[in-house]
């Protein structure tokens, strides 16, 4: 009854081979392991493994590895290593860089979201700016962020005034009172922290949301509308009157130090405030406007998937991952728990609004963002292209109009260095 054993044994024995074979091919029992490298600026990798480690257990063949970068030369770091087959798979880029970055970004299919979902459900800003020159997708935003109008509870409270102001012109009165100065008429408490470039930490954001909202054009600011806003700006600092002036500290100093009433900056400002001077009061409200008018500023982050990507499907659907709800509010709950942190990324989804609303922080930014826009005007992106070279051309218009120079001459000056720059860098990322 054993005489047929051997050849028994053998055809299980192959039979065995071949499931373990079969077992090895990609698609078949087991998934191929993939790994992702990703580059982020803000988070810590204690607050991106978090989320990387849930992702794990829905697709346990993709490894991420998190890297938090400087942002100082990022962006010229990145386009090299991209460039020599040696980056990210997945990386965080401004949201003024989407042309500059159309080499490094991959589109983002219709299969991951389509057009009109992703305009359902982000702010306009976000749709308007995160399409590249051939209008497709190339990233999903980590927040919305642009500025908030912080004020000094204890100022406003010793003034008799109830709240923050809603107009310029009410802003402009408003400063006025708050504004203290000395017997020899130096301005110890600084109503507001506009009219200079060198002392207001973010006057290029502040400008660029003055020319738009007067209808000005950022591009080429020769038209009267860009002049009167440039003009406005700079009253703040001229003449008796003035509320601020080149000689304060700078405006985040400033304000965190107690000696400035109002001061507009985006929100992760406000956890700089709190480790400088815990004991400040202070609450941040949406920014001025002109009357019948609404038109607020937008500067955010953005993550993308590298054109050189090996593994450019799983990449997608990774970011696709970091934009459902429960993973926006896990990292923002995670990064709030972050040692000296206090906030995380206001959400960019319209339908978690509701959820930040009330913040007394960053419940500014969620009021603004149905009416945010966008400019290559926006500070400290590091960039040391676009952003930078732009934010130069305007800050020598405002240190020449007020040294003298007419208002005209100096945007005259600054429309034909904008124009060279815009053309430098679209050729650029032909």
């Known amino acids: 009854m054993f005489k047929n054993w051997p050849i028994k044994i053998l055809s299980t024995l192959i039979f065995s081979l071949v499931l373990s074979a079969c077992s090895l091919i990609p698609g078949q029992n087991q998934k191929e392991v993939v790994t992702l490298r990703y580059w982020g600026l803000w988070d810590s990798a204690t607050v991106a493994n978090q989320v990387i480690n849930d992702y794990k257990q829905i697709k346990p063949n993709v490894n991420i590895i998190y890297e ?53 459900k982000y702010y306009p800003t976000i749709f308007k700016d995160l399409r590249n020159s051939d209008k497709k997708l190339i990233g999903f935003p980590t927040g919305i962020d642009g500025l908030g109008l912080y004020w000094n509870e204890d100022i406003f409270q010793a003034a008799g005034i109830t709240g923050p102001p809603a107009t310029w012109q009410q802003l402009a ?43 000005g054009d950022l591009k080429s600011p020769t038209d009267k509308l860009s002049a009167d806003a440039l003009d406005y700006y700079i009253h703040f600092a001229k003449g008796q009157d003035r509320v601020w002036d080149e000689t304060m500290p700078a405006s985040t100093v400033a304000f965190a130090g107690g000696n400035l009433a109002m001061y507009l900056a985006p929100s992760w400002r406000a956890t700089e405030i709190k480790n400088a001077n815990p004991l400040l009061k202070f609450k941040l409200a949406p920014v001025p406007q002109l009357e019948g008018g609404r038109v607020a500023w937008a500067s955010y982050w953005a993550v993308g998937v590298s054109s050189k990507s090996a593994n450019q499907q799983e990449a997608l659907e990774f970011i696709k991952y970091l934009q459902e709800d429960q993973t926006l509010i896990k990292l923002y709950s995670e990064s709030a728990k ?14 978690l609004a509701q959820k930040l609303a009330s913040d ?26 676009l952003n930078d070279q732009i934010i130069k ?12 120079t007419p208002l005209t001459t100096a945007l005259s ?3 034909k260095n904008v124009e060279k720059i815009l053309t430098k860098f679209s050729s650029s990322s032909q």
């Open 68 to 120: 938090k970068k400087s942002p100082q030369q990022y962006r010229e770091t990145l386009v090299s290593q991209i460039a020599s087959g040696k980056g990210p798979d997945i990386f965080q880029f401004h949201n003024t860089w989407t042309s500059s970055l159309n080499n490094e970004l991959t589109p983002i299919p219709g299969t991951i979201i389509s057009q009109s979902d992703f305009k359902n």
């Open 173 to 215: 009165q408003t400063a006025a009172k708050l504004t203290v100065r000395d017997s020899t008429g130096k301005i110890r408490t600084a109503g507001v922290a506009l009219g200079t470039a060198s002392n207001v930490d973010h006057f290029s954001d502040i400008l660029a949301l003055m020319i738009m909202q007067n209808g």
């Open 338 to 351: 972050t040692p000296g942190r206090f906030y995380g990324q206001p959400y960019p989804k319209i339908a």
């Open 360 to 385: 007394p922080i960053v419940g500014a930014f969620v009021s603004d963002a149905p009416y945010m826009r966008s400019f290559p005007m926006a500070s400290r992106t590091f960039d040391n292209g």
């Open 393 to 404: 051309a305007y800050e020598d218009a405002i240190n020449a109009t007020i040294s003298g």
């Open 413 to 415: 000056t600054t429309a």
